[in-house]
């Protein structure tokens, strides 16, 4: 978890500029703020509730906040990379418990603008730290997550991305964690 904020704070330090404060750089960054909303993977849980009713936890669900950084170089107007890292949360929708899927994905992509406003990307994710906390109606489970591909396909600030890669938990089974979604990015300074 330490090596997480450890690079989150490097992140944060490069797309400061304060680091590339040069009049003209040969590297631009900046700040990425990125918010997303993701549904897929395998069930890793399901809570029934009092009602009778159930609900399954999928691996990929949840909802993401990232930060990072965008970095370009000008001479290549038409590529750039960025970096990530943020909090992925999925939960139940029980009145009685804090039932809830955690994970922190780190993301690294590179991209080309087809145009100003259309943007293709492809790159790698790993969620690290995930934990299903069960809030004493489930067994807390630790798993671990391979590198897997992403890919992104953006217009202005919103974009449809598609990830795989796989879960590990803590007895060896194995579980689909990809998933679809729809962000929101933005970046600063403009």
């Keep these: 978890m330490r090596n997480i904020f450890s690079l989150l704070a490097l992140v944060t330090l490069l797309t400061s500029g304060s680091v590339l404060a040069q009049n003209d750089p ?3 960054a900046k700040l990425l ?3 997303g909303l993701h549904y897929g993977g395998d069930e890793i849980a399901t809570v029934v509730f009092q009602d009778g ?3 399954d936890m999928l691996a990929g669900q949840g909802i993401s906040l990232a930060v ?3 970095f370009s170089v000008p001479s290549f107007k038409y590529a750039f990379l960025r970096t990530s890292i943020g909090v992925k949360y999925s939960t139940t929708a029980a009145d009685n418990a804090n039932i809830m899927f955690l994970r922190y994905p780190l993301n690294i992509m590179a991209y080309a603008a087809i145009t100003d406003d259309i943007r293709l990307g492809i790159g790698t994710t790993s969620h690290l730290g995930a934990e299903l906390k069960g809030d004493g109606f489930l067994p807390n489970v630790s798993f671990d997550g391979t590198f897997g591909p992403r890919f992104e396909i953006g217009y202005k600030w919103m974009a449809l991305n598609y990830e795989t890669f796989t879960f590990t938990d ?3 089974f194995e579980y689909e964690g990809g998933s679809i979604g729809l962000s929101i990015s933005v970046t600063l300074p403009e």
């Design 53 to 55: 009713n159930e609900q």
């Design 68 to 70: 990072g950084g965008e």
């Design 26 to 28: 040969a590297v631009k």
């Design 33 to 35: 703020i990125d918010i």
């Design 170 to 172: 803590e007895f060896g």
